[in-house]
């Protein structure tokens, strides 16, 4: 359901959707091109959740002051953050967070 409500959200008010991961890597109703040749071809495995089911998910992780969007790097029962939404709100193309993306699969 959060899916289709985001969706309708995007087209009906765009500027008042929240979720720069999303505006990042998605258009309106599909994942754009080239991120999804990056997610495709990335050595890394990529799984997106909603804030509610994140937390759900991870009842027991325990990160004060935590804001969403936020990428975590899972190896394992670890999980660890990457980066936090500041971080995604300064990018500003898919581009850029791929850039990032991989500067951390470089290690």
Same mark, same amino acid.
């Given at each position: 359901?959060?899916?289709?409500?985001?969706?309708?959200? +995007?087209?009906?008010?765009? $500027? /008042? !959707?929240?979720?720069?991961?999303?505006?990042?890597?998605?258009?309106?109703?599909?994942? *754009? #091109?080239?991120?999804?040749?990056?997610?495709?071809?990335?050595?890394?495995?990529?799984?997106?959740?909603? +804030?509610?089911?994140?937390? $759900? /998910? !991870?009842?027991?992780?325990?990160?004060?002051?935590?804001?969403?969007?936020?990428?975590? *790097? #899972?190896?394992?029962?670890?999980?660890?953050?990457?980066?936090?939404?500041?971080?995604?709100?300064?990018?500003?193309?898919?581009?850029?967070?791929?850039?990032?993306?991989?500067?951390?699969?470089?290690?």
């Amino acid at each position: 359901m959060n899916k289709y409500v985001d969706v309708l959200h +995007k087209i009906v008010s765009p $500027d /008042t !959707y929240s979720c720069d991961l999303c505006n990042l890597t998605h258009g309106n109703f599909t994942e *754009k #091109k080239r991120w999804k040749n990056y997610r495709e071809n990335s050595n890394s495995e990529f799984v997106f959740m909603y +804030k509610d089911q994140f937390l $759900d /998910t !991870y009842l027991d992780l325990n990160i004060e002051n935590l804001t969403f969007p936020a990428v975590f *790097k #899972k190896e394992g029962s670890v999980i660890e953050i990457l980066f936090y939404s500041k971080v995604i709100s300064s990018l500003s193309s898919v581009e850029d967070l791929i850039d990032l993306l991989q500067q951390y699969e470089r290690g």
